[in-house]
C-alpha cells in the first residue's frame, strides 16, 4: 500500500504483483526501464509514462501532463508547530513588515525581499504570533535561511 | 577572426558556440565556478574558468578579458543578458585590440538608454508611444527627484494620460517597470519603480508611456554590415508574456499583410541606419487593432527568438553576426518567408504559484525530436538548476507550413517532452496552446492575465497517474536527491506581476 498527500487528505493506493507487471484497479502497469511504464486500461491502447522517485516525491508524466505526489512515510513529520518562514533563494531584504509578539494570519506578508532583480513578499505559513525575526532590512539572505518565526497558536 | 570568446553561458551560450565550430572558428567558453562542465563548457574549443559563483562571474570585464587574452581569443561574442547590452564592455572589447561582434558601442549606448532612444526615433521619423521623458540625475537626491518626477507626471497627464506605464530608462525585462491607472497610486508606483531600476541598473531615472491595452508586441529583426547594407528579416510576433517576460512567438505575425510589413520593415530599418547599427539588431513595436504602429526599443543583440525568424526566412542570423564582424557583406537574398514557426520559452518556474523561479534535479529530460522541432538548451538529464542564473531552461521552436499546423506540432512537441525533478512551465505552455485566443491568433500583451484571470492551476492527478506513482513507488527505481524538496506550497509570491 502506497499513500500520497492530496488536497482532499491521504490517498491510498494498493498495487498488486502480477507476474512482471504490477495491478492498480483497472490499470495494468509494466516496467519498461529505469524510468519508463506502459499503462494498459482495458479497452484502450497502452500509453507510456515516465516516473522517478526525487527525495519524498514522485515525479510522473502522462498523456503530456507532469506530476508531482508527496509519499506519506511511514514516521514522516507531522508537521511542526513552528513555521519558519525561509528565503526561497538569495537576495536581500528590502523591509521588514512585522514584529515580535504580532499577530498573524495565513498570507500576511512578513518580508519584503529583492531576488532575481524583482520584488517578492514572504508570507506568514499560518495563523498565529511572530516569535522571531532574524533579519533586518538590508540585510542579504541565502537560500533556505530562516527570515521570520511565526508559531502556531494554541488554545 | 579565428577564434570567438563567447562571454555567456547556458542555452545561448551554446548557440554561440555551435555557429562557430559550423564556420570553422575555434571557441572559447567561460565558466563561474558553480558551472564546472556545464554543456556551454563541452562545446566549445577550450574553457577558461572565472573566479566567483553566479551570475556576477560572468559581469567581470577584467576577468572575461584576460581569458580572452590567456586562452588566444581574437574576437567577443556576449549573447544576450549578462554584458551584451553595456557599451563600456563593448569598448573595453576593441580598447583590448579584439572583436566586438555587435554594434558599435555608440549605437549600444543610444538605444539603450530609453528616453535617449525615445528622442532619437522621432527625430529620425519612427513613430514612438505617446509618453514624455523626465530629466532627473539618474543618482540624485532621492526625495526631490520624486517631487520632479511627480510635477513633470502631472503636467504631462494631459498629454499621456491614465493608464500609464512608468518605465525604468536603462530598463528591460519589465524590472522597474509599474502600471498606474489613477493619480492616487502614482507616488508608490515611483518609489518602487526607481528602487527596483536603481537596484537592477544602478539608474533610478523613469520615463512615462500612455499603457496601450490590447496592442500586440510586434518585433522587426535587422542586419547590417560594414558595407551600408541594413536589411530587415520580417517581423515576430511577442504579445503573450508572463510579468512582461515572453513566453510564446511566432512568426510571421497572425494579422500582418504585405503593406503593412513593407511599413514596419522600412522603420525598423530607419531606425537602425538612425544610430548607424551594424550587425543583429531587433526593433521592437506595439501594434495596435487599427495597424497604428509605435517604436517601444531596440535591443541592440541577438534575441532569444531570433529562431523562429531563422526558420521562415532561412537565414543563420548567428552566422550572418559572425560575417559581418569579420567585415564580410551580409549573405542575405530578397526576403521570403516560408511556413510558420512558434517558440515557447522552457522555464523552471511554477505556473501554478505566480510564476515563481523554481529549482531541483532535471531527473528526467528528455525533450522533443521529429519532424519541424528545434530545442536549443544549455541543460542536459542529471543537471541541477541553481537559482543563480536566470530560469530559463531551454527554448522550443517549431516549423510549419501554416500557422494551424505549427500549433498542432508545438502541442505535439510540449506533450512528448518529459521533465521530471523541477517544476516547469512545460503542462502551462500545452494549456495555452488549446485557448481560443492563441488558437484564433488574437493575441495581446495582457492575454495571460485575461485568460487565466486567478492563475492557472495544475491538471488534477487521475487514476492511471496515481497508479503509474504508487508502482514507480514500489520498486527500486532511480533515486535522485535528498528530502530537500519540500511539497508543501511556497509560502512566497511575486509581487512584479500584480504591480507591473
Redesign the interface.
Known sequence: M?E???PEGT?E???FPDGTS?V????R?T?LD??R?S?K?VGRSA?I???????????????????????VEPGARSGGAE?G?TA???G?V?DVLVNVGDEVEAGTPLV?M?A??????????TDGTVVAVHVEVGARVQ?GQTLVDVETDVN | MRSVLVANRGEIACRVLRACTEAGLDSVAIFAEDEVGSLHTELATRSVGLSGEGPSAYLDVDAILEAARSSGADAVHPGFGFLSERADFARAVVAAGLVWIGPSPDAIERMGDKMTARITMREAGVPVIPGCEIETDSTGDDERDLLTVLEAVESAEVEVGFPLLLKASAGGGGKGMREVTSREGLEEALRSARREAMAAFGDGRVYLERLLRNARHVEVQVLADAHGRTVHLGERECSIQRRHQKVFEEAPCPVMDEELRARMGAAAVAAAEAVEYVGAGTVEFLLEADGTFHFLEMNTRIQVEHPITEAITGVDIVAEQLRIASGERMQVGDLHLQGHAIEVRIYAEDPSNEFLPSIGPLAVFRPPTGPGVRFDTGVREGDNVSPSYDPMLAKLVVHAPNRAHALARMRRALDDFVVLGTTTNVSFLRDLLDQEAVVGGHTHTMLIDEVYPSGWTAPSVGEAARAVAACAASVPTRSVGGSSSSAEPSPFITVGRRLP
Do not use: N, Y
Not at chain 1, 492498480?24 to 490499470?27: L, M, S, Y
Not at chain 1, 532575481?116 to 505559513?125: F, I, Y
Open positions: 502506497v500520497f498527500r492530496a490517498v493506493v494498493h498495487p504490477w492498480v484497479g483497472d490499470h502497469l516496467r529505469d524510468v511504464w499503462v486500461e500509453r509514462a515516465h516516473a522517478v522517485r526525487v527525495g519524498d516525491d514522485v515525479w510522473l508524466h502522462l498523456d503530456g501532463c507532469v506530476h508531482r505526489l508527496s509519499l513555521g518562514c526561497p533563494m538569495p536581500a528590502l519584503v529583492e532575481m532583480k524583482m520584488e517578492h513578499r514572504v508570507l506568514a505559513p537560500q
